[in-house]
């Protein structure tokens, strides 16, 4: 079962494997995705700020740019200005 709770300044999504979700973010808004390995984060609007909870590294993702997620754990995705990305 998909669970998505909205908040003001946050996201809270926990997708199933094989499903695919889009969302937008207005800037400033965080977004965090659970138990993300296997998944393939692709940025479609705007910029987007990846922190992964494993990595010492963020990424910063512009439209058309993707990361795939190798680790289970935490992923934290903040909207630099508005954007917009997918997860599958």
């Given at each position: 079962m998909n669970k998505i709770a909205k908040y003001p300044t946050a996201l809270l999504v926990h997708a199933l494997a094989g499903s695919s979700l889009a969302e937008e973010l207005l800037p400033?808004?965080?977004?965090?995705?659970d138990h993300g390995k296997?998944?393939?984060?692709?940025?479609?609007?705007?910029?987007l700020w990846v922190t992964l909870e494993h990595e010492g590294n963020d990424h910063i993702l512009e439209p058309n740019q993707s990361l795939d997620i190798?680790?289970?754990g935490r992923v934290v995705i903040?909207?630099?200005?508005?954007?917009?990305?997918k997860v599958a």
């Open positions: 400033g808004q965080v977004e965090t995705l296997g998944k393939h984060l692709v940025c479609t609007a705007g910029r190798d680790e289970n903040s909207a630099l200005n508005a954007g917009a990305f």
